[in-house]
């Protein structure tokens, strides 16, 4: 089943789909490392309770995830706004709360994109990996501490695993 919803932008939502989002702090906020980490900390944190996190990054300025939401106790994928509002808001506060400021910390919209093809999918994967090497804060793949991909396996047996629970 496909859902649609709109904030200021479109969100198309379809049942087993994985995802690539990415959001940013508002007014370009350039997050100090220990803001990073606590961001870091909160994505890892809905890994294996609302998502299956493939990979993300926490930069500077923005986040970048591959997901596939898990399904909540009554069978029903958790919805893209439940994510985010569980990642955005809980960070939000936490950072907030750690510097010593208060406001919004994200923009309000994140951009999403349902992942259509393995091809897409390990395009992401990559984009990803290569984002904190294209901004010149690492120098491989593996040198960014706010960096987490899911261990080298099959994506064909990381979907057989999420769909074999429902």
């Known amino acids: 089943m496909s859902t649609y919803y709109r904030r200021n932008l479109p969100h198309i939502e379809k049942d087993g ?8 702090t508002r007014n370009d906020f350039v997050l ?26 926490v930069m500077p300025t923005h986040v970048h995830m591959l997901f596939t939401p ?6 029903e994928p958790y ?3 439940e994510v985010m509002q569980g990642i955005k808001g809980v960070s939000s506060h936490s950072v907030n709360k750690l510097l ?9 919209e994140s951009f999403d994109r349902i992942i ?9 994967m990559l ?5 904190p090497i294209a901004a010149g804060l690492a120098k491989g793949p593996d040198h ?7 261990s080298a396996q099959p994506r064909a047996a990381a979907v057989h695993e999420s769909s074999s629970s429902s």
């Open 100 to 108: 010593g400021r208060k406001g919004t910390l994200w923009e309000a």
């Open 32 to 57: 100090p490392e220990e803001a990073r980490t606590l961001i870091f900390n909160h994505c890892l944190f809905e890994n294996a309770r609302k998502v299956h996190m493939h990979a993300f990054v």
């Open 144 to 150: 960014y501490r706010w960096a987490w991909r899911e």
């Open 79 to 81: 919805s893209l706004a």
């Open 116 to 124: 259509r093809s393995d091809a897409d999918f390990e395009y992401r």
């Open 127 to 131: 984009y990803i990996v290569q984002n």
């Open 70 to 75: 898990m399904e909540s106790e009554i069978g």
């Open 17 to 24: 789909a994985s995802y690539f989002v990415n959001f940013s």
